[in-house]
T-cell receptor, first 111, second 117 residues
Framework: GEDVEQSLFLSVREGDSSVINCTYT??????LYWYKQEPGAGLQLLTY?????DMKQDQRLTVLLNKKDKHLSLRIADTQTGDSAIYFC???????????FGSGTRLQVQP | DADVTQTPRNRITKTGKRIMLECSQT?????MYWYRQDPGLGLRLIYY???????NKGEISDGYSVSRQAQAKFSLSLESAIPNQTALYFC????????????????FGEGSRLTVL
């Protein structure tokens, strides 16, 4: 079945760049997403990328998609303490009725 | 007020008890979902519903049931709770137009933390 994998933890210093990685197995994925979960809250969509794109940039966020290797990454420039959260990668496929989520990467930003 | 509201936010119960988690939404979305979050396992889909007459099992539906009482309400029941159902439960909704376009944005409630002793 479909599988989405992420490393569980990342620690960076404030002001550095963070790179969170994700791999997926479904070659027919149409959209790939990054959701953010702040402490005590539900998940919120951070950004998404369509599968025919290689890159998407939105202010401090850069999403890179390598469809050949089924690898997705989220780069956060100038990471701030407010970026500390769990980041979930997710994917959807046309015809499948729900998203598949990864295990989440906990980002810890050290002051 | 939150667009997706879950009650209760926290619940401690004992093995064998029946528990209901409720979700209501004011977004007018047709599609509603129940997910379970466990540390290191991410979110796993329990049940989902695309309209009032539509109920579908997700990947981990055993031990759970759902009821879609109205477009805005989707409740999750544990008929006889067991300790390995201790988890954080999330309700989510999506917009059918967005879903058909496959942009797939889900709107989540704040979660219901359930502890089964």
């Amino acid at each position: 079945g479909e599988d989405v994998e992420q490393s569980l933890f990342l620690s960076v210093r404030e002001g550095d760049s963070s790179v969170i990685n994700c791999t997926y197995t479904d070659s027919s994925s149409t959209y790939l997403y990054w959701y953010k979960q702040e402490p005590g809250a539900g998940l919120q969509l951070l950004t998404y990328i369509f599968s025919n794109m290689d890159m998407k940039q939105d202010q401090r966020l850069t999403v890179l998609l390598n469809k050949k290797d089924k690898h997705l990454s989220l780069r956060i420039a100038d990471t701030q303490t407010g970026d500390s959260a769990i980041y979930f990668c997710a994917e959807s496929t046309k015809g499948r009725r729900a998203l598949t989520f990864g295990s989440g990467t906990r980002l810890q930003v050290q002051p | 007020d939150a667009d997706v509201t879950q009650t209760p936010r926290n619940r401690i119960t004992k093995t064998g008890k029946r528990i209901m988690l409720e979700c209501s939404q004011t977004k007018g979305h047709d599609r509603m979902y129940w997910y379970r979050q466990d540390p290191g396992l991410g979110l796993r889909l329990i049940y989902y519903s695309f309209d009032v007459k539509d109920i579908n099992k997700g990947e981990i539906s055993d031990g759970y049931s759902v009821s879609r009482q109205a477009q805005a309400k989707f409740s999750l029941s544990l008929e006889s709770a067991i300790p390995n159902q201790t988890a954080l439960y999330f309700c989510a909704t999506s917009d059918p137009k967005l879903a058909e376009m496959n942009t797939g944005e889900l709107f989540f409630g704040e979660g219901s933390r359930l502890t089964v002793l």
